[in-house]
């Protein structure tokens, strides 16, 4: 080692780190073929893990995880120590002067394990302090050199490893998964030329125009100061007030209010870049860009009840399903849309670009798909991973540029500064998950927690004494920022105000309201309704309702008439009294129901509910119907355990009434045999379970005797309508009869035909 150790002018043990000489460059244009593979003097790899360094990547596919590996710790067979690696004797007692004298202030031991405890907690995220994170790649359809040059984009089957995080964004670190609200889905990509983090939400407008209004409105949003109430919820004096008064919230009040503000899974919805973004190609010409994540397995949310009783069950719900999903194989994955459009056509939209609460409809400019990102790894630690990584809008590389959206503007800033404080000083670009796999090579020296030994005495440019290294990349291969820009055009003087185009508070909110179905609107009327109804100051439902008034009549009336008001406050005053005419009025890809992906029931969950004398074959044939199309399919039973079958054989529950409930399953499997649909009728958990699948629209397969099993829990057959339920399939001769149906239907949208408000079950 030592003989490796002067051959070599880095740390042997950390050969992609700071190397001076040697170096390792990731390859340029690495293809799914030859993919990016980094050395390693890790002691711990995939091929010497145990079981406890988590799930297995794909071979060739996560280029972060050898990098990874030489912080990766694996404890097992190893002796216990302290963190200079001192052999613990006993990790029980404490150092006493005799065995009931008093403690010790020489125990090392103790005082440093102690130590480390009490300074275990680093703050949270002021914002999204709730998420989830995995490891996966993005793979590139086709090179996009006309429009960019950024490494991502460079070949076709290019891949570029990611992490991502998901979150709730008012909630605390330990609140539940499944509030009302926007969700964080912020992609950082290690490209060859350093690190791209694409930090976007489920829903493409925000609630405001400018950075100036963020910690107002995050203020508004979160528990009130004085009580510290509610957790992770919107529905409350302040934050209403607060929107209330800011009209330019309206269009995103609408998608914070539909079913999009509580998803069913991380890996069935939408991502958004939000504001306009540049892409830049080797010859400097830009376009605008929006970036779009569209989900392989479709859009899918949950309904409200659902969701309110999922959060008591399993607040987890959320991180559950991505970790689940990953384990299983079942890998979540999008494409990755953009919608490209030049500065010409920017300047002649009835909107502008550089609103971030405005859309462009698809109608206007398509959503071309670029590539896919999979997700195929679970991290081994959350708090190293998950809690430690940082995002900002500012890491962007050589081909992505911003544009002069006011709200970017502010988040470039905002992202750096807060992980001083979050993440304990200026270094933690240098925290494994952070670090990019491009190597670092500049003259920002010390700091808090410095990893990086510089070698030499240079820590400055010019320099002659390192021979003027590092030096600048130069423009062809460094980052050169655009200089184009609507408004570099236009000589401006220095001013505080806003183009009046974003005076447009309005004309979007009715585009998205009037783009759902009626299934959609009712639910966006019952979310209002329901918000609006916690709120203890009348003078805040009514100013919401006027506002309302201006984006949808229809709307506006429904919601008060849920509130109970008599008449209508008057129309808010409009800032703008005629906006420019909008390009579209109807944008019916704005509805969750134009985005079924492919319609496979993988990752969904199923209950089976058995009981003894349940007939066995009938089960078995469902249950493996489900798993080869990959959907999760458990067996619940009054109680965990064996349950002998009518034949003699034994199933295994490994759920039960009680500690699963109905509503955190996708679809329900009633069984076929009267001793086992008598034993499952006694049990008040089962009518409560049929109610909730029933209630939230779901697919349910009756298999013959269970029939009484509907018949008591006063579930009807027929629609509201007096139509037959297609949700609801009795198989009264077996499960074959109705299987294709069945599992078809698992992946498919909710039996929402059903739905009454209020519900009738
Ligand atoms: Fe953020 N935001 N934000 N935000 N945001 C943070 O950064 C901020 C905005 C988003 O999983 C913070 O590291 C300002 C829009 C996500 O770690 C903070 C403004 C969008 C995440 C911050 C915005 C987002 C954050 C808190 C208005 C969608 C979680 C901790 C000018 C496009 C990233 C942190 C993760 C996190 C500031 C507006 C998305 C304080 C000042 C718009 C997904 O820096």
Not at 265 to 281: D, E, I, P
Not at 597 to 623: C, H, T, Y
Not at 640 to 667: H, R
Request: glycine share 8%.
């Amino acid at each position: 080692v030592q003989a490796l150790a002067r051959a070599m002018p880095h740390n042997v043990s950390k050969p992609l780190e700071h190397g001076f000489d040697n170096a390792i460059n990731p390859q340029r244009g690495a293809t799914v073929d030859s993919p990016s593979r980094l050395a390693t003097g890790s002691t711990l790899s995939e091929e010497n893990g145990t079981e406890k360094t988590g799930s297995t990547a794909l071979e060739g596919l996560n280029a972060t995880i050898e990098p990874l590996d030489r912080v990766r710790v694996d404890s097992g067979g190893q002796v216990l120590t302290t963190n200079q690696g001192v052999p613990i004797a006993d990790n029980q007692n404490s150092l006493k002067f005799g065995l009931r004298g008093p403690a010790l202030l020489e125990d090392f031991i103790l005082r440093e394990k102690l130590t480390h405890f009490d300074h275990e907690r680093i703050p949270e995220r002021i914002v999204h302090a709730r998420g989830s994170g995995a490891h996966g790649f993005f793979e590139c359809y086709e090179p996009l050199a006309q429009y960019t040059k950024a490494a991502p984009f460079k070949e076709a089957g290019k891949i570029t490893p990611v992490f991502v995080r998901f979150s709730t964004v008012a909630g605390e670190r330990g609140s539940k998964d499944t509030a009302r609200d926007v969700r964080g889905f912020a992609v950082k990509f290690y490209t060859d030329e350093g690190n791209w983090d694409l930090v976007g939400n489920n829903m493409p407008v925000f609630f405001i125009q400018d950075a100036m209004k963020f910690p107002d409105l995050v203020h508004a949003v979160k528990p009130e100061p004085h009580h510290a109430m509610p957790q992770a919820a919107s529905a409350h004096d302040t934050f209403w007030d607060f929107i209330s008064l800011m009209p330019e919230s309206t269009h995103m009040m609408m998608w914070a209010m539909s079913d999009r503000g509580i998803p069913r899974s991380y890996a069935t919805m939408q991502g958004f870049g939000v504001h306009s973004y540049r892409l830049v190609n080797e010859a400097g010409e830009s376009v605008f860009v929006k970036f779009h994540w569209e989900p392989k397995y479709g859009t899918h949310s949950l309904v409200w009840d659902e969701a309110v009783k999922i959060s008591g069950a399993d607040p987890d719900f959320h991180r559950r399903d991505l970790w689940e999903r990953i384990e299983s194989g079942a890998f979540p994955e999008w494409e990755l849309g953009l919608q490209i459009f030049t500065e010409e056509q920017a300047e002649n939209f009835s909107f502008d670009i550089l609103d971030a609460t405005k859309i462009i409809p698809e109608e206007l400019v398509p959503v071309q798909k670029v590539g896919r990102m999979v997700l195929n790894r679970n991290p081994d630690n959350f708090f190293a991973e998950t809690e430690q990584v940082a995002f900002c809008t500012a890491h962007v590389v050589p081909g992505i540029d911003f544009s002069n959206d006011p709200l970017l503007a502010g988040r470039i800033h905002s992202y750096v500064d807060t992980q001083i404080s979050r993440l304990g000083g200026p270094n933690f670009h240098e925290i494994p998950i952070n670090a990019p796999i491009a190597p670092v090579h500049n003259n920002q020296r010390d700091g808090m927690h410095r990893q990086a030994i510089h070698r030499g005495r240079v820590s400055y440019e010019p320099n002659s004494l390192g021979g003027g290294c590092p030096f600048q990349a130069g423009s062809a291969q460094g980052f050169v920022t655009v200089a184009a820009g609507l408004q570099a055009k236009e000589e401006q003087a220095k001013v505080r105000g806003k183009p009046e185009k974003f005076a447009d508070h309005y004309t979007q909110a009715t585009l998205f309201y009037e783009s759902q179905t009626p299934v959609e609107q009712a639910h966006i009327a019952a979310a209002f309704r329901f918000e609006l109804s916690k709120l203890t100051v009348p003078a805040i439902r009514e100013r919401m309702v006027s506002s309302l008034r201006n984006a949808s009549e229809d709307l506006a009336r429904k919601v008060a008439d849920g509130l109970g008001m008599d008449t209508m406050p008057a129309p808010m005053p409009r800032a703008l009294a005629k906006p420019a005419r909008a390009e579209v009025s109807k944008s019916p890809t704005l509805s969750l129901m134009a985005r079924p992906g492919d319609g496979s029931p993988r990752g969904r969950k199923v209950a089976i509910l058995v009981a003894p004398g349940v007939i066995g074959a009938s089960i078995v044939a469902v249950q493996e119907a489900l798993l080869a199309q990959g959907a999760v399919a458990r067996l619940v039973a009054p109680h965990i355990g064996p349950v002998t079958s009518d034949e003699g054989d034994m199933l295994d529950a490994d759920a039960s009434l009680e500690n699963e409930p109905g509503f955190l399953f996708d679809a329900l499997v009633l069984p076929d045999g009267e001793a086992a649909v008598a034993a499952l009728a006694k049990d008040g958990h089962t009518m409560e379970f049929i109610k909730d699948q029933y209630r939230h629209c779901k697919t349910i397969l009756v298999l013959g005797a269970s029939r009484a099993l509907i018949d008591k829990a006063g579930v009807s057959a027929a629609l509201p309508d007096g139509q037959p339920d297609p949700g609801l399939m009795f198989a009264d001769g077996g499960a074959d009869q109705a299987l294709e149906a069945f599992v078809n239907a698992v992946g498919g949208p909710r039996h929402t035909a059903r739905e009454t408000d209020p519900p009738r079950v």
